[in-house]
């Protein structure tokens, strides 16, 4: 006889301290894990609350919770990875979306199926990676993207959707608009371009060849060099709270990047391809001599001024103190607002 599924736990009042990356004390009004697409469907139809409003969870390391989370806080636990096909240009992967994101990396490293490797140890789950469309060293995941499956909130229907439905942009896709909180991702499939070519434009990866004089360097070595990149500048979350970046790099009109070049020359900017000009919001807040302040329990990181940090049991609100802040450091001296990059809570 096939076992029923066990009943789903409904957790009133959970602490989330644990399911953020940040370490911010909040409750959740109800927590609920579901590990597979029944256990949406069951959420869906709950009596109690299925209609109420729902707050998507993944890894909790794009989130700043500056409150208790008023709604029905779906921790997404779905499991596994396969590859789904292998055609003569592409492999096509597909990982739950509970999957965490560095350890799926490495899997499909070790499976023969690279791709993914300039996007190792992004703190995170393979659920979240979508939503913002997370990017590293020279590669975003739309470039990688095959197409995902999810689960309407409201009807709790399947849907699946293809890399045009998403609308992927720099850290943003529809889950950050439209369906923030209508839907759920379950599984997240991706195109590992054949024949596998290293992307090596960045800066720091450029450095690396040059050191090393592997002009040719296969996956595993792109992988190491971005894990020792990473770590270098980057606080592990788990002994360090943070949620990555902070700021999204601000795009601005090419006249304004000149008249900023004429005051400051030595601003990192990075043209785009539609002339507009994309500035390191790091260098912005840096240059307004931040990195390594703390502003109550808060604080910027000392190794990259755009990361903002946890010292010890700060609140939401006192990460949302600095970096108010820091915008306005940085408006009064550039004349640009910063947008921050976590979704705040
Ligand atoms: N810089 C400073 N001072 C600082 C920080 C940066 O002068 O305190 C300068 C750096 O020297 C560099 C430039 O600013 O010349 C840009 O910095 P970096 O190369 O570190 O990249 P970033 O713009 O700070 C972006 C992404 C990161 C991603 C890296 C590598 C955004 C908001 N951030 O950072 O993404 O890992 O490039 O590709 O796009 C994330 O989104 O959470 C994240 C970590």
Known sequence: MPHAPAALQFEPRAPLREHNTFGLPALAQTLVRVASDSDVRRVVDHPEFGRAPKFILGGGSNVVLTKDVAAVVVKVEVKGRRLVAETPDAWIVEAGAGENWHDFVAWTLAQGWPGLENLALIPGTVG???VQNIGAYGVELA???DSLDGMDLVTGRGITLDRSLCRFG???????HELAGKSVITRVRFRLPRPWQPVLGYLELERKVAETGITAPDARTVFDWICAIRRHKLPDPAVIGNAGSFFKNPVVSAEQCRDIIGRDPEVVHYPMADGSVKLAAGWLIDACGWKGKTVGRA???EKQALVLVNRGGATGAEVVTLARAIQE???GRF???LEPEPVIV
């Open 128 to 130: 979240a990676a979508p």
């Open 143 to 145: 470039e990688r993207f």
């Open 170 to 176: 720099y850290r943003d896709s529809v889950f950050k």
């Open 299 to 301: 604080g910027v990181y």
């Open 329 to 331: 450091s940085v408006y």
């Open 335 to 337: 004349g640009i607002r």
